[in-house]
């Protein structure tokens, strides 16, 4: 048995009030690759928290077996000043309390630095060890001066000494999709085939934002960027949406756990005793560029009827939902909501009395949406 605790602890927000970080270690580094995993960052987002049980109680018998080839690392909750912001007894764990700040953003950048180093030596090989020995040691220098600062300090220097870092999240009400550097289109559309999600969304290299697997693939991304790694070499991050906040059951957190282990076996992680590479039965993923990706607002506050569902295909000028308005001279009269995109719908509200501007959908096309800034993140709402 190879399994170890780590707790860390964070600055106290208060007098009497102590938070920690969880992790659990399975395997060891010296002889394979390495793997993180965190769920809940987003703390009102659930389905992942159970997926990660699922997975720990698999990765204890694998480990009892002699199957963990390398390091796998689970924090099964990667949020705890989130999950103790309830309001009237609800979760409202996207954005922080003390200053607004949603809690995936705004997570140290390495390529910066990495590029500063790069360029001192550009003629230098470089090692995965060696580049994963920089990144911790750029990381080491930083400082917080918040309980939240320091949650995304401590989340991001854990993460960065592995090879593979996977952070599970959800959305209101949607597919299973999934987002990654487009350095990385192989591990990306991998990842979302073997995880069942039929969509997998690929950012720029350098989008802004600060979103937590950023930290891994703006060091990694630098590197690879520069030609001295090639993408298989190279460390792959991910942001795996789990479908929607209500996808929450032993039997999606089950297939979903596994899953995640036939990954594990194709990054030579775990001991492989079925194929790493996509089945019959899973699905080839789309890719898309973010750049296509659509956020559609609300036109007014009332309840929103959709006419489209989450996966169906969407073209440009579609009728995707109507606002029904409370207030109005008539009665249940309609306010279409139109497709911007030639496309996929991948998420919806769940909660169906709307304001206006809020988001309605999000669509995602092959063309770059006009009225996006190139290379940026989705909207941080």
Not at 119 to 124: C, N, V, Y
Not at 203 to 209: D, F, S, T, V
Request: include cysteine.
């Amino acid at each position: 048995m190879t399994y170890r605790r780590l707790d860390i602890r964070l600055p106290s927000p208060a007098p009497g009030v102590q938070l920690t970080i969880l992790a659990h270690q399975f395997g060891n580094r010296s002889n394979a690759r390495s793997v993180y995993l965190h769920a809940g960052l987003h703390a009102d987002e659930h389905p992942g928290l159970l997926v990660l049980q699922h997975l720990l109680e698999k990765l204890l018998q694998l480990d009892a077996a002699g199957a963990i080839d390398g390091l796998v690392t689970v924090v099964p909750y990667a949020n705890p000043i989130g999950m103790s912001q309830r309001l009237f007894g609800a979760v409202v764990g996207r954005f922080d309390f003390e200053n607004g700040e949603n809690f995936n953003r705004n997570f140290p950048r390495l390529d910066q630095q990495v590029a500063a180093y790069l360029a001192e030596a550009p003629d230098r090989a470089m090692s995965p060890h060696e580049c994963r020995s920089l990144f911790t040691d750029l990381l080491a220098r930083a400082t917080a001066t918040s309980p939240s600062q320091a949650l995304k300090l401590e989340l991001a220097k854990l993460a960065i000494e592995h090879d593979i870092v996977l952070d599970l999240h959800c959305d209101t009400d949607c597919i299973a999709h999934v987002y990654a550097s487009e350095l990385q289109i192989d591990r990306a559309t991998l990842l979302a085939g073997i995880m069942g999600a039929p969509v997998a969304m690929l950012e720029p290299h350098q989008a802004g934002g600060g979103a937590f697997d950023q930290v891994h693939s703006s060091a990694w991304g630098t590197v690879q960027a520069a030609g001295l790694l090639s993408a298989r070499d190279s460390g792959f991050s991910a942001t795996v949406e789990l479908r929607g906040q209500a996808d929450v059951s032993d039997e999606l957190a089950a297939a979903d756990a596994a899953n995640l282990l036939r990954f594990l076996e194709s990054e030579r992680v775990l001991t492989a005793e079925t194929s790493p590479t996509l089945r019959v039965a899973d699905q080839l993923a789309k890719v898309f560029p973010l750049d296509g990706a659509s956020h559609v607002p609300c036109p007014c506050a009332g309840v929103i009827v959709y006419r489209k569902a989450p996966g169906d295909q969407v073209s440009v000028g579609e009728v995707i939902a109507e606002v029904v308005p409370l207030d109005g001279c008539g009665f249940n009269q309609r306010v279409p909501i139109i497709s911007t995109v030639d496309g996929l719908m991948i998420v919806r509200q769940l909660k169906k009395l709307v304001r206006p501007g809020e988001r309605a959908a999000l669509l995602v096309g092959k063309r770059p949406v006009r009225d996006r800034h190139a290379g940026s993140l989705l909207l941080d709402f």
